[in-house]
């Protein structure tokens, strides 16, 4: 993706939605009561915001009201990266924040989530009724045994049950963690298992591209995988009855219960997320109640402009970080919209329809999506009312700059124009790095601006920031949403190797950025191996794992690759065993076991022979150069020869590369 310096926005807000934006009367606010710049616009508030960021910080909790059960005394004790300690001696509870709307009797009875289906039908969950459910269900967890710091699992589709299990969890002050059932038993297994979960939240099966899926044998082995559960509990999507010892949903969900919320440090455990495994076990990423509830508040509330009056809906599933920061909506008391099924069926443009049938104000979805919809020749706008949506959000890879001109011509006559919002952050803050902002033009093939709160740069190898240049994406100083620490690494060392090894005390995530003279952000993908399909992050490692179970292949090499039209290229490569022959059968089994065992999403779009695979001089699997080889780098440049055990095998590779341009 390459800048577009020299173009004239493609679309700017008028002077009316840059005043009712709700960053514009923070920053107001925040100069009258907190020294924030009253003029400069979001530049001169974002610089404030880096520069004094304990000060930002105690703005933004005064501005969100958020209610500290015990008051802090300081906003941040130690800025050291990693271990910065926010909002120290104070307690406060997540899930309270998350029903605050429910305590509004004029908005009891208002949706608190619309649900659908492949059916298309909004079924809705009103406040009282989520609260209620929230209630009686965290009243049994607490009758269960479940205490604060325990953790509670769920392997469920994207549905209410999903948001219930969750704020009950945080209301009892339990650690959350989800997988999706598309995921097979292994992929939870390696997730589940490292965090031992007392109770087990699962589905007998899901709908998905207009079939059902049963899952039950699936559950029945996680069950007996996971020897730490002392309760399961039987949602029957397909309607089938409750596995023998396994406790019914609606007996659990039934009562009418005020919640109890548990008062908790700021940094106790929220929930448990997962990196892609690239190099073993997926890293099990923690956040904390209080982290999250600031960072969420600030990114959904000023960057993403959400209120009591919007719908907010982003296909995603509960495998995926963008699900915890969708169900999150509810902080600002926004009705969040949950879609269970495929982003494609019945026809490609399925997610215009839903946003149709909800009233979605915001509508969130993957930058491959929105390239399929140009390629299928959907006309979004033309066919369906899209009158309500203000803002188009994009993640999961970068959107290409066909896909914001696409964007712009087919809402051209939506009045004020299309805001269209490309993002970028990570599951392992659970937020965005940069991306929305209401106030601020937009440009093709650019992200509008670094986050409130983020010292986003881009550096070089010598740690040197650079304007107009690709590097790096760092952040110099913390983020509340930062993890507090990986599961099962005590000393930290696995935390600290992951984002700190490269930079000393400075984040570094693994993505080329350009920062842009005029303060945009162009994203160039990864700088590491991981597997992102339609915003679905997986290592390559679980790849291996499958693949190479199968006797006739002796090593596999799984390459992701960003293409220029927007397309994702993902080839698995496989050395033969003696005697195989990769023919059609081989190669349908290979895929069948991927399907099966890890993940519809992630079977490759080709298996090629070759003779061997590359690695370093410790034994490691050469990924990055090989993609960097793929997307066209010269071998010299993709690769230190000094560092892989025979580059004959990356002249192979190569000359692939060569013949696919």
């Keep these: 993706m390459t800048s577009s310096s020299n173009l004239s926005p493609l679309w700017e807000p008028s002077q009316e939605r840059i005043a009712e934006a709700q960053v514009t009367r923070f920053q ?90 492949e059916s298309q039908d909004p079924h809705t969950v009103t406040w009282a009724e989520l609260r209620r459910q929230v209630g009686s269900l965290a009243a049994e967890l607490r009758s269960l045994g479940v205490r604060p710091g325990d953790r509670v699992s769920g392997y469920l589709p994207n549905i209410p049950q999903a948001v219930v299990a969750l704020l009950a969890t945080a209301a009892v002050g339990a650690v959350w963690t989800s997988c999706a059932p598309d995921f097979g038993a292994r992929s939870v297994l390696d997730r589940f298992q490292q965090v031992e979960p007392v109770v087990l939240f699962t589905v007998d099966g899901y709908r998905y591209g207009g079939k059902e899926h049963d899952r039950r044998d699936t559950v029945a082995e996680l069950r007996s995988e996971l020897p730490s559960l002392r309760a399961v509990v039987h949602i029957p999507l397909l309607g089938t009855d409750a596995p023998e010892g396994a406790l019914e949903w609606s007996a659990l969900t039934s009562a009418d219960v005020t919640p109890t919320f548990e008062a908790v440090p700021f940094d106790h455990p929220l929930w448990v997320l997962y990196s892609s495994g690239t190099t073993g076990l997926p890293k099990a990423i923690v956040q904390s109640q209080g982290g999250i509830l600031v960072e969420h508040l600030k990114q959904l509330g000023l960057h993403c402009d959400l209120g009591p009056d919007d719908r907010f809906f982003w296909y995603t599933s509960t495998g995926w970080m963008m699900w915890n920061f969708l169900v999150s909506g509810l902080l600002t008391g926004t009705t969040i ?16 329809r839903i946003a149709e049938r909800t009233g979605a104000t915001l509508f969130g979805t993957s930058a491959a999506y929105v390239m399929a919809c140009r390629k299928a020749d959907v006309h979004p706008a033309r066919d369906h009312d899209l009158s309500r949506i203000k803002c188009v959000a994009t993640t999961g890879s970068p959107l290409p700059t066909d896909g914001f001109r696409w964007l712009h011509d087919e809402f051209a006559d939506t009045p004020g124009g299309l805001w269209t919002a490309s993002v970028s952050g990570g599951t392992d803050v659970c937020s965005c790095f940069a991306g929305a902002v209401p106030t601020l033009p937009v440009h093709i093939g650019e992200l509008q601006a670094p986050c409130l709160g983020t010292d986003l740069q881009a550096w070089d190898a010598q740690g040197k920031p650079l304007t107009d240049e690709v590097g790096e994406l760092v952040v110099v100083n913390p983020m509340p949403s930062m993890p507090i620490h990986f599961w099962n690494d005590p000393d930290g060392t696995r935390y600290h190797d992951s984002y700190f090894d490269t930079y000393p005390g400075v984040w570094r995530h693994g993505d080329w950025i350009t920062l842009t003279a005029r303060g945009s952000v162009i994203i160039h993908g990864r700088s590491d191996s991981t597997l992102n399909r339609q915003g679905v992050r997986m290592g390559s490692a679980d790849i291996y794992e499958a693949v190479e179970r199968l006797p006739e292949i002796r090593e596999s090499l799984v390459i992701g690759v960003e293409q220029p039209d927007g397309g994702y290229w993902m080839p698995l490569f496989v050395h033969l065993a003696p005697g195989a022959t990769l023919d059609d059968a081989l190669r349908d089994r290979i895929k069948l076991t991927i399907r099966e065992q890890l993940s519809p999403r992630h079977v490759p779009d080709e298996v090629i022979e070759v003779p061997g695979v590359p690695h370093t001089l410790t034994g490691k699997r050469i990924e990055v150069p090989v993609k960097r080889l793929l997307q066209g780098t010269p071998l010299e440049k993709a690769v230190n020869p000094g560092s892989v055990d025979d580059l004959d095998l990356l002249r192979h590779y190569a000359e692939i590369a060569r013949k696919r341009s």
């Design 337 to 352: 919209v949950l879609y269970d099924g495929s982003p494609g069926y019945p026809d490609t443009g399925a997610q215009w």
């Design 28 to 117: 107001a606010w925040a100069a009258e009561h907190y020294g924030a710049p009253a003029h400069g616009g979001y530049a001169a508030l974002h610089q404030w915001s880096v520069a004094d960021l304990e000060t930002f910080w105690k703005a933004v909790t005064d501005w969100f009201d958020v209610r500290f059960s015990t008051p802090y005394t300081r906003v941040l004790a130690d800025r050291a990266m990693p271990g910065a300690q926010w909002f120290p001696d104070s307690t406060l509870n997540y899930a309270e924040h998350a029903l605050r709307a429910a305590e509004d009797p004029a908005r009891a009875d208002d949706p608190a989530i619309l649900h659908v289906d």
